[in-house]
């Protein structure tokens, strides 16, 4: 699927629902993305909870900012500056008259070209849940070059996906590749891994588990969440501070994971010794 096919893709689903449920998990439902979202933002706050002092001063950039779920994240953190850039123009004008005091761009960071990425330099940048819509590998590595180089020296790079711990999975919108993948990528582009979290625990898809009990009971969630809006808001409201305490005391998820890296000098790039955050 090329860059043009995938900006139809997105255009098409956020033009018929610009809203949490449009870049959702299709199927599930308002309500249970809502409860979804809410497992995201508790994770995303708390994970850049030690940073509070000093988000205020920092540039940051949010790729694929779509309905700007993260941006007004990354603002509750008390970030000034930030710039999102997404591959529609829908999302871009929305997010223009959301955010006013935010800058937004069209771009596809996968792209060989993103003029407007050219020179600009970030303390942080954000990717959560996009680069795994990123299918082609050549594509996805030049989104990772891209980061890298947007990145100011020591700088750090917030991105979620699902890191299998298996072979790669790919489907037409989407592909879930391997943790080992991902790590040797970032490692050769002078990214280095902080540290991985789950981001979920039973409230997403297990792609990242052979387990049969975890799967019916993720088949048998999906089936009850998406017969109505007020089943998928009860499924959610009992499953939401369960799954706050999974995320919170396990250090694994079989499925959706947030991993901290930063950017480090060339002359370190062999370097494994990991800094706090």
């Known amino acids: 699927m090329n860059s043009q096919d995938v900006q139809n893709y997105w255009e098409q689903r956020l033009s018929q629902d610009y809203s949490l449920s449009g870049v959702g998990y299709l199927g ?37 900012a779509g309905t700007g779920f993260y941006a007004d994240c990354w603002r509750t953190l ?15 004008s929305n997010l223009k008259n959301k955010f006013p005091e ?36 050549e594509r996805f590595e030049r989104a990772i070059q891209r980061i890298q180089s947007c990145l100011k020296i020591g700088g750090w790079f917030f991105y979620s996906d699902n890191f299998l711990r298996t072979i790669d999975k790919t489907s037409p919108h989407q592909s879930s590749r391997s943790l080992a993948k991902i ?9 280095r891994v902080v540290s991985r979290s789950p981001m979920f625990w039973l409230m997403n ?10 799967w019916k009971f993720w088949s048998l969630l999906e089936r009850i969440v998406s017969k109505h809006e007020l089943l998928g808001y009860l499924a959610g409201l009992a499953l939401f501070p369960l799954e706050i305490a999974l995320v919170t005391v396990l250090q694994e998820s079989p499925t959706t994971e947030i991993m ?5 000098p060339d002359h370190h790039k062999g370097d494994s010794c990991a800094p706090e955050f």
């Not at 003029?115 to 303390?123: A, H, V, Y």
């Not at 901290?260 to 480090?264: A, D, G, N, S, T």
Request: glycine letters at 8%.
């Open 78 to 92: 008390g970030c000034r500056t930030l710039s999102g850039v997404d591959i529609t123009h829908t999302a871009v």
């Open 183 to 191: 790590q040797e990528i970032l490692t050769r582009n002078g990214l």
């Open 205 to 214: 898809a297990p792609v990242d588990s052979q387990n049969r009990w975890l």
């Open 28 to 64: 599930l439902g308002r309500h249970f993305n809502q409860w979804m979202y809410r497992v995201r933002r508790w994770v995303f706050l708390r994970t850049l909870s030690s940073k509070r002092t000093q988000i205020k001063d920092w540039r940051v950039l949010d790729i694929g």
């Open 102 to 137: 935010f800058c937004f761009f069209q771009g596809d960071v996968g792209d060989e070209f993103c003029p407007k990425l050219d020179g600009q330099t970030f303390d942080a940048v954000s990717a959560m849940d996009v680069l795994f819509h990123i299918v082609e590998e």
């Open 260 to 264: 901290i890296c930063q950017k480090i």
